[in-house]
């Protein structure tokens, strides 16, 4: 029996309100996962015309006619598994199925098939077509026949990969080794569902391809190319065949692996008994360029992208030496940053080359934790603009931040320190034992009287630190015996290469702060904030449209439990940061759900005073015990003082 049937059948067999906590005993259920499924049952409700009544401290009960929740319990007895779709799950079955079926679908057939409403069926149409336009794919409702997918097949295609059930979580299974997983909602599973194709024999082609082509693709990759053959496999089937321009295929015709592609194809029409057609072939080659690389045989340099290959390794370096200039530090005898950058390069001006580019989705995240490389890279990308007549997206520079900031870490080495004391031995030691506290890459080579600075050799130092004013030409900090806190931002400008940001004059009061506030969904807590705000006369009317706004510009979520919404400027009369802690996670983004919201609430005039904040929550948005800890404070006070002493701390 389903979960949330035995939820409904149990509240309603009862007289009164009941609890969570006594639904989820009879459930077998953490009280937690009861609510979640609460929210679930709700539109389900709704749509046999019943109410869901929640009382605090008293309980939750379902309110309407008896015939209506007798055709509920009926539902549950007689419907699959869409019955107990979400809204978002049910919208990428109907996706997948408008996909699957080839052919217009009534709006009357979808309703029946997954046990909605009319209206709910064309609500979620409309929500469908807002992602379909980022393809310029359409659902369209043809008079007479029904609703239909509208667009290029290159474009449905790639609206499949991205869009359909079995895109989601598929880093998490892979394979299959045991025949009752194959009754589990793996990935593997929702593959072969939508597709009707055996998974493991398309795997085996593409194992067989990369051993051809003499490389390693990434699982990532991997797995996307056999997403992509085995679309082409079935809408092949369908009588959908891909269109490429005379020009692309000219340009393919060329390529070495056309050959292997070729093999490919072949391979497929045997295994499949399907036809391929040639354009088909070079589709196939395209995602053989495109593809990410983990090896390429023994030799990095194998795989050309052109004839002449040291035009791009000149590039790269020439790249490199205008990067490493903007970041303050020697990188063009990184040996393992050039490799990386040709074997991640070549595929990457591939894509680029040939229209294609690859979803990134960590870019707000690695754009949020390294503004200055992504800026640097950013500054650059124009090199390969100029040369290969390319534009690099900010998804594909995202990528590229992760090998500079790899090469930073290893081209940070330890700072030869001198400590010099004229206080005796037990100030020194306290000085040392705080310094090796504060920073991992200061090396002391030793701890000496002021007295002895001429005995030691300058070469080997690069750093002293004394309690004294002292002659010498290495880098020398004076500090006080105590190390205050202004001494220690002193050396961690040097140490750590940054600037220390000033006092900040950001607060955060308890009016500010809102504890265990049980709302459903984004759309809830933007209304929350914004009426919050509101009623305090701390914005004007048109800020909920602005938070709206903001998050239609990519996502706000910053870690797997906080997210930073926030409004315009010019909406906002009086500044603050608010903190909403919920009762419950909310999904904020595709699989991120968020249990803290941070929003800084800045007039222009005072935005500078919040980069402190930024600065600091960037340093410890993945201390998810941190997180936790403040999260199950019941005291507003406790909570306000403990993110201003992390995150407005100077």
């Known amino acids: ?127 469908l077509n807002v992602m379909l336009a980022d393809f310029n794919l359409v659902i369209e409702y043809l008079k007479g026949e029904g609703t239909v997918i509208v667009g290029e097949e290159s474009a449905k295609r790639k609206a499949m990969a991205k869009l359909v059930p079995f895109e989601e979580n598929k880093n998490l299974v892979y394979y299959i080794n045991d025949d009752n997983d194959r009754h589990s909602n793996s990935f593997v599973n929702r593959f072969e569902e939508s597709l009707q194709l055996d998974y493991k024999k398309v795997e085996e082609i593409v194992a067989e391809s990369e051993i051809k082509l003499g490389y390693s693709f990434s699982m990532e990759a991997r797995i996307n190319l056999i997403i992509h053959i085995a679309i082409a496999i079935r809408r092949t089937k369908q009588g959908n065949n891909i269109r490429l321009t005379d020009e692309l295929i000219h340009a393919l015709d060329h390529q070495e692996e056309y050959a292997i592609a070729l093999e490919t194809a072949h391979r497929i029409n045997s295994v499949f008994n399907v036809a391929l057609s040639e354009t088909e072939t070079y589709y196939i080659l395209l995602h053989f360029m495109g593809a990410k690389r983990i090896k390429e045989g023994l030799n990095v340099f194998n795989f050309k992208l052109s004839s002449d290959t040291p035009v791009l390794e000149d590039l790269i370096l020439k790249f490199i030496q205008n990067v490493q200039m903007e970041l303050n530090l020697f990188l063009e005898t990184d040996t393992q940053l050039f490799n990386s950058l040709i074997l991640h390069l070549k595929p990457t001006i591939n894509r680029l080359l040939y229209g294609l580019s690859l979803e990134n989705p960590m870019f707000e995240e690695i754009k949020f934790s390294y503004p200055t490389i992504y800026q640097a890279i950013a500054n650059h990308v124009s090199l390969f603009k100029s040369m290969f007549h390319i534009e690099m997206p900010p998804n594909e520079i995202a990528y590229l931040v992760l090998h500079f900031a790899a090469a930073r870490e290893r081209n940070i080495k330890p700072i030869r320190t001198l400590v010099m004391c004229a206080s005796g031995l037990g100030t020194s030691q306290l000085i040392v034992a705080k310094l090796k506290r504060a920073f991992n890459n200061l090396e002391i080579v030793d701890v000496t009287s002021t007295m002895d600075v001429h005995s030691y050799d300058e070469s080997k130092i690069d750093l002293i630190i004394s309690t004294v004013a002292i002659q010498s030409k290495v880098k020398t900090i004076i500090i006080n015996p105590l190390l205050p806190q202004y001494d220690m931002n002193a050396i961690r400008e040097i140490v750590e290469g940054k600037k220390i940001l000033p006092a900040t004059k950001a607060i955060i009061t308890k009016d500010d702060i809102h504890l265990n506030v049980d709302l459903k969904n984004k759309e809830d807590v933007l209304y929350f904030l914004n009426q919050t705000l509101s009623k305090r006369k701390l914005v004007t009317e048109g800020y909920l449209a602005s938070l709206h706004q903001r998050e239609a510009l990519g996502p706000t979520v910053i870690s797997s439990m906080i997210a930073i919404p926030h409004g315009d400027f010019a909406c906002v009369l009086r500044s603050c940061i608010q903190v909403v802690i919920l009762t419950h996670p909310v999904l904020w983004e595709k699989d991120v759900e968020v249990k803290m919201i941070l929003n800084v609430v800045s007039t222009k005039e005072d935005a500078s005073d919040y980069i402190p904040f930024f600065s600091h929550l960037a340093d410890h948005s993945d201390d998810l015990a941190l997180w936790n800890r403040i999260c199950a404070m019941k005291d507003k006070e406790e909570v306000a003082q403990a993110i201003s002493e992390i995150l407005l701390s100077s």
């Open 1 to 127: 029996m389903n979960r949330k049937e035995d939820i409904v059948k149990f509240i309603l067999n009862e007289k009164n309100l009941v609890s969570v906590d006594l639904i989820a005993k009879a459930v077998n259920s953490s009280s937690k996962t009861v609510r979640n499924e609460l929210n679930l049952i709700e539109p389900i409700l709704q749509d046999h015309h019943l109410i869901m009544v929640k009382k605090p401290g008293q309980g939750i009960t379902i309110e309407g006619d008896p015939n209506d929740k007798q055709q509920l319990l009926s539902t549950f007895k007689t419907r699959r598994e869409p019955s107990y779709l979400t809204p978002q799950e049910r919208q990428r079955s109907i996706l997948s199925k408008l996909f699957a079926e080839n052919r217009p679908l009534m709006i009357k057939e979808l309703g029946l098939d997954y046990y909605v409403s009319r209206s709910t069926i064309t609500k979620d149409i409309s929500e």
